[in-house]
């Protein structure tokens, strides 16, 4: 290096270290020894042209001496600048693996130099100089432009906390969260993340779930409280004695479901990656093919056609598609795990982009899989229900009575019903059950139960034990299951049961349509009156009830088999015995999986809360995705096809080769960083 | 026994599938995975076999892509 070079690179170290004091890790070391040598050489580069140009070197050396000096001078920039290729070019050749990008720039660089042995051609070695130097710049800029989106997105991804507060002889110490076994107790201060899953002995606060499922929703942590790692404490601190350890708690598992999912490649990388290993000897053979050819056929010029054919070579790099594609997957399931969806590989998203039919497991994912009364009708005041409306209903004077005797009735049962029985008297501010009231309970097997209470004889049931009784029921127009109550051989009325739909499933159903999923289908064990009203209110194209879990793969079966070629099928459920259907559908999504790990295994697609609506959101990212890397695949090909025409016409020059090159890997690089940009890809 | 190795500098797509089917040629070797968006590499071979296995990757790691570096 001479003197007066290494002013400039020594100011630009000067500012590099300052940029880095204030964000480390910007350029890697690597990088800015490689920024400071492209610059040495650029100014090097700078001199020999002036000094070309300017005459100089024709003053001094005459013709025809002049053009072997500017020779001498350009290669100085060009070794500089690009030594490090030439030396890679060289080792991939004594590797037996010759056919990479360094080899080709080398070629096509040394090529431009060699012309100087054809005199009819112009002299080409600013060219082959500028190129390597261009070639050069251009491949720091992808490698910090990649650098820069696969930390952005690892950051993205990143809600693993970095320690735990443990007490220590005394003293709160931060300590490896792999270091705290089962068991043990930690503190989460305010603002701090839950390292570990756990239990809550101590405290009480607001903890954020937005980390894991993407939407800011505080949940309240008491004493005996679960907690779920990756949430953030909010408000109080909290002691936490750890259920599972670090490795094996939900943020663990989630952060190596998500990294782990780029091994899994959706058949658009590996199509990309195959075809890169095609391209580069195919168009390599087309150049040598031009240099050759014309002139020994044909008698042109010799010179003219190996630039025709070195030209050629700077476009066949597939790097731009190598990097975009294999990014913008990485992007998209990067971008939706910060959503709450997350995605187990790109052949997974491939495949939700391609989903036109959705079935729903109904329990669980369109509506909330607990019980709920839906209404309370006493004897000769059942109302017709008001359309599609499952609230309770403004209930008759002695609903409340009605409730309170089947409550007692149903005190000491275990039966899910009779907890929310229980659930909806506590709710509609009733007293506390009062149990020295109640008296000869006896459980009447699969019909309902009877008791006595406040000395009167009260039967709670179905319509069998109401006709076993001799008691005439009341039918209703509520779907659900129907509780009959019986005072002292009287009919009082009846309660309704119901699994409460979603509040955002008829919204998700809607959007999964607008999205262009052409079906939708429903399956449960339910029956079919409740099946069908529910199904009619939320839109569901078509609906299978009272469906025994074999019947369930039997239905997916069937519609798998009735999907167009192109046409992919997705299974919702709850992630709870649905395992078999979940792996038998091309995409299985399981929901609310927020510390279920059977969901989490069984699923191609997670979604950590239990909102039906990202579904949608789920299908929309994958297909902006798989746009985005088709974009970056039709790009890059149209601008090197065109370029490699141009080349052979002889209209392209070797500026134009280097944009085809690294300028299209620059421009997908930063267009496959969209794909990050999930939640405005969701709307 | 399997083991999970960071990468530094980087690789590109194609490269890392070049080391991948390698390596995988390897004796001893059961999987391996060769990520270039995590740049993680993750090797699984017979215990007795390991050592001499991680020491072929690094080689071929050296001889396909010398930009990439495997930090074990």
Known sequence: MSKGSQAPGAAASGGGAAARAKRPSVMTKRQVRWRNRIIVALALFACALVLERSGALAALFGTPGDVYAAFAIYLVPYLVSGYDVI????????????????????????????????????????????????????????????????????????????????MRDGRLEQVDPDEVAVGDEFVVKPGERIPIDGVVTEGSSDV????????????????????????????????????????????????????????????????????????????TGLAALIAVVPPLLFGLAWGDWVFRGLTFLVVSC??????????????????????GILIKGGNYLE?????????????????????????????????????????????????????????????????????????????????????????????????????????????????????QADVTSQPCELVGTILHVAVDGAYAGHIVIADVVKPDAAEAIARLHAAGVSKTVMLTGDRREVADSVASRLGIDECHAQLLPQDKVDQVERLLAAEPAKGRLAFVGDGINDAPVLTRADVGIAMGAMGSDAAIEAADVVLMDDKPSKIAAAIRISRKTMRIAWQNIVFALGVKVLVLVLAALGIANMWMAVFADVGVAILAILNAMRCMNVAKMAR | MKRNIKLGGE????????????????????????NAMTLKFTLDADDDKFDDALAQSIKIFGRVEPDCEVLA
């Open chain 1, 351 to 467: 495949a939700l982009a391609h989903v036109d039919t959705v079935v729903f497991d109904k329990t669980g994912t369109l509506t909330n899989g607990t019980f709920e009364v839906v209404g309370v009708h006493p004897a000769g005041a059942c109302p017709a229900p008001a359309e599609g409306d499952a609230a309770p209903e403004a209930a008759p004077a002695d609903a409340d009575e009605l409730l309170r005797l089947a409550a007692h009735a149903e005190a000491f049962s275990t039966h899910p019903i009779a907890a929310s029985v229980r659930g909806a008297y506590l709710k509609s501010g009733g007293a506390a059950i009062d149990q020295g009231a109640i008296s000869d309970v006896s459980e009447r097997g699969g019909h309902g139960v009877s008791a006595r209470v406040d000395g009167h004889e009260v039967l709670v049931g179905n319509d069998r034990l109401m006709a």
């Open chain 2, 11 to 34: 690789i590109c797509a194609n490269c890392a599938s070049k080391i991948e089917s390698q390596i995988a040629k390897l004796d001893g070797v059961n999987d391996v995975r060769v």
């Open chain 1, 208 to 283: 954020d779930t937005a980390a894991l499922t993407g939407e800011s929703m505080p949940r309240h942590a008491g004493e005996g409280d679960e907690v779920v790692s990756g949430c953030v404490n909010m408000t109080g601190v909290l002691t936490v004695r750890a259920t599972k350890p670090f490795g094996e708690s939900t943020v663990s598992r989630i952060l190596e479901l998500v990294e782990n999912a780029s091994d899994k490649k959706a058949r658009t990388e590996s199509f990309i990656t195959r075809f890169a290993r095609v391209y580069t000897p195919v168009v």
């Open chain 1, 87 to 166: 030396l890679k070019a060289f080792k991939g050749i004594v590797n037996r693996e010759p056919f990479d990008e360094h080899l080709l720039m080398t070629i096509a660089t040394l090529g431009a130099f060699a012309l100087v042995l054809f005199p009819d051609t112009g002299p080409h070695m600013a060219e082959g100089a500028a190129v390597m130097l261009f070639y050069q710049v251009g491949e720091l800029f992808q490698s910090y432009a990649v650098g820069r989106s696969r930390k952005s997105i690892a950051d993205m991804m990143d809600i693993a906390p970095d320690y735990a507060n443990v």
């Open chain 1, 318 to 339: 597939p790097c731009a598609l190598v990097i975009s594609v294999p990014l913008s997957f990485f992007g998209g399931i990067g971008g939706s795990s910060r959503m």
